[in-house]
């Protein structure tokens, strides 16, 4: 099965930084990666979809990168509601895996 | 407006039995790929299993899982259902279900339901 990798596993910044979050497949998934948004205590939030399509509703400042093995999801400048757990998920076959998600603080 | 709500969740001996429900509202839950997530207290999502949209009733299983949970829906009730046998304590979790974004193959969720507890425990 393919193996789904987060970097970093947690980061803290400052409001107005740009944070970039890594999602690394073990195997090519061309652009078949998903990003969600948990926010504490709620439900994921769908952000991006086929590794760079923005889901309608989610702000232009989220932006998602990559294809084949290597992806990237950009927050352009964080805002104090990003504060969240972000998991990339691949769904070109299952098992349709979810990464072991980035814990995102502000400093 | 789309929305799915989960039920039958609870406290339930290792070995034992439970079905969960996904009451779909909203959307006609047949033309969906819909999903069943879970997540443990303080860990990540996990993946458990996926049953395809129209034309194609093609279930998908995790390792963790496979033998002992299945899928299915009804589509007159619009409802996705998961049971759960031989239950063990690592199932222990909230489970939620979710709906694709599009019709076709499984691709990303983009509406999830609010989860129903499972506790799995002598």
């Known amino acids: 099965d393919i193996q789904m990798t987060q970097s970093p596993s947690s980061l803290s910044a400052s409001v107005g930084d740009r944070v970039t979050i890594t999602c690394r497949a073990s195997?090519?998934?061309?652009?078949?990666l998903a990003w969600y948004q948990q926010r504490p205590g709620k439900v994921p939030n769908l952000l991006i979809y086929?590794?760079?399509t923005l889901q309608s509703g989610v702000p232009s400042r989220f932006s998602g990168r990559g294809s084949g093995t290597d992806f990237t999801l950009t927050i352009s400048s964080l805002q104090p509601e990003d504060v969240a757990t972000y998991y990339c998920?691949?769904?070109?076959?299952?098992?349709?895996?979810f990464g072991p998600g980035t814990k995102v603080d502000i400093k | 407006e789309v929305q799915l709500v989960e039920s039958g969740g609870g406290l339930v001996q290792p070995g034992g039995s439970l079905r969960l429900s996904c009451a779909a509202s909203?959307?006609?839950?047949?033309?969906?790929?819909m999903t069943w997530v879970r997540q443990a207290p303080g860990e990540g999502l996990e993946w458990v299993s996926t049953?395809?949209?129209?034309?194609?009733?093609?279930?998908y299983y995790a390792e963790s899982v496979k033998g002992r949970f299945t899928i299915s829906r009804d589509n007159s009730n619009n409802t996705l259902y998961l049971q759960m046998n031989s239950l063990r304590t690592e199932d222990t979790a909230v489970y939620s279900c979710?709906?694709?974004?599009?019709?076709?193959?499984?691709?990303?969720?983009?509406?999830w339901g609010q989860g129903t507890m499972v506790t799995v425990s002598s």
């Open positions: 979710a709906k694709d974004n599009r019709e076709g193959p499984p691709r990303a969720f983009d509406v």
């Open positions: 909203g959307f006609t839950l047949s033309t969906y790929a």
């Open positions: 049953i395809s949209g129209s034309g194609d009733s093609g279930t």
């Open positions: 195997q090519g998934i061309g652009d078949s």
């Open positions: 086929a590794a760079s």
């Open positions: 998920q691949k769904y070109i076959s299952a098992p349709f895996t």
